[in-house]
């Protein structure tokens, strides 16, 4: 089991945050696995840094 930590821009970090976004299609360039752990961490472009947010 691996623990991805996935970049996630605000917009789409709050939409999954409050349900409205339940998957999200990325490619595969980890070698994402059945049972690894997917953390997204909200990404501000506009500062180039992370809030501190996870889900």
Do not use: C
């Not at 991805?4 to 999954?16: D, N």
């Amino acid at each position: 089991m691996t623990r991805h930590e996935l970049k996630t821009w605000p917009q789409y970090f709050a939409a999954v945050r409050s349900g409205k976004k339940r998957f999200e299609i990325r490619r595969n360039d980890r070698d994402f696995a059945v049972g690894d752990i997917l953390v997204l961490r909200e990404f501000d472009p506009e500062g180039d840094t992370y809030t501190g947010q996870i889900e």
